[in-house]
């Protein structure tokens, strides 16, 4: 798996080996622009990388 297809699946599976064992390893942090990142981990192969999320869209609840 390749981060392109991770982005494509919608992030549901560890990039390096697709398990879907992944969670976040430390809280979200906040940065510029209606950023945030987040410290990913997957349990089955090691793996970390950082997932940045950006505000697309709000709603009333």
């Known amino acids: 798996m390749t981060f392109k297809s991770y982005l494509e699946s919608g992030g549901e599976n560890c990039p390096k ?3 879907t064992a992944i969670k976040a390893s430390a809280p979200p942090e906040k940065i510029k622009g209606g950023k945030v990142r987040v410290a990913m981990f997957c349990a089955t192969c090691g793996a970390r990388w950082q997932d940045t999320y950006t ?3 709000a709603e009333d609840l």
């Open 55 to 57: 505000l697309s869209m």
């Open 17 to 19: 080996c697709g398990s």
